[in-house]
């Protein structure tokens, strides 16, 4: 088992909140206190090892206003996501918030997240075994927690899906974008400017087995989260990916600044 890449564990320093990257207190602490001065309400969608998976949402001032649903953490070793989340909740703008209606998944792999490593406590991958579309992976405690909730995440995430993940052994940064489109939209190609303005972009061809055209990989559903908001029916799903041979704190700052981009796309 000790020589499973995923098992292995990526911890950094993580000075601007003056811990290390796995440091799970300080993260829900501070997280705790922006959203309790944001105005954001919670909900315990289960637990796992003794700690709450929480599902936040705000609710918008207008009816109309597009609902945005935006998750991280779902692998340990790729913990600028919730950091870059953290970051981007602390230092928004009241005004955004008003014009959308936003809901997070800040941590969906504390087990993962804790130890530094891809895979969760049960040695699970929690980005796996939501449609029954490429392997037979079963979901893990984490996905299944969310897969008992699937109308209210399809619900919160009806005009749109951010996930921010990392590719630790990469030095390129590209995204995943799911549109129901034949080519890329302004909001693909939005992300993917973002994430170029912090790091050099993936080359075209293949990651993780999948074509890469631009910096973006379009249109390949498998049996991730965001595939399966896609499939029931949000209207659009992207994952975003930081590379990790990159330093920690430009790694935040892109995320921070995707989930910007994101919430701005839609004001
Ligand atoms: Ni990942």
Redesign the pocket.
């Known amino acids: 088992m000790l020589d499973n890449p995923d098992l292995i564990a990526h911890v950094w320093p993580n000075p601007k909140f003056d811990c290390l990257s796995n440091d799970y207190g300080v993260f829900a602490s501070r997280l705790r206190a922006v959203c309790d001065a944001r105005g954001f309400e919670s909900t315990v969608l289960g637990v796992t090892a003794g700690q709450p998976i929480c599902l936040l949402t705000r609710m918008a001032s207008r009816p109309s206003a597009s609902r945005l649903l935006i998750a991280s953490g779902?692998?340990g070793e790729?913990p600028a996501g919730p950091w870059g989340l953290l970051q981007a909740l602390e230092t928004l703008n009241d005004g955004i918030l008003g014009d959308i209606q936003l809901s997070i998944l800040p941590l969906v792999n504390i087990t993962g997240f804790s130890r530094g490593t891809r895979l969760n406590h049960r040695n699970e991958n929690p980005?796996r075994g939501y449609l029954a579309i490429d392997d037979s992976t079963r979901a893990s405690e984490e996905g299944t927690f969310l897969l008992e909730h699937e109308a209210r995440l399809v619900s919160l995430g009806r005009d749109g899906v951010l996930s921010c993940?990392?590719d630790q052994a990469l030095a390129h940064a590209y995204v995943y974008a799911n549109e129901r489109a034949e080519s890329p939209g302004d909001l693909a190609i939005a992300l993917r400017e973002c994430n170029a303005g912090h790091f050099p972009l993936h080359p075209d061809g293949f990651v993780d087995g999948c074509p890469i055209k631009d910096g973006i990989v379009f249109n390949q559903l498998d049996s991730s989260f965001e595939s399966w908001l896609l499939k029931r029916g949000a209207a659009r799903t992207y994952c975003t990916e930081t590379p990790g041979q990159f330093g920690f704190e430009q790694r935040v700052s892109a995320n921070a600044d995707m989930i910007t981009t994101f919430m701005e796309f839609f004001r």
Do not use: I, K
Request: no cysteine.
């Open positions: 779902f692998h790729e980005n993940h990392e």
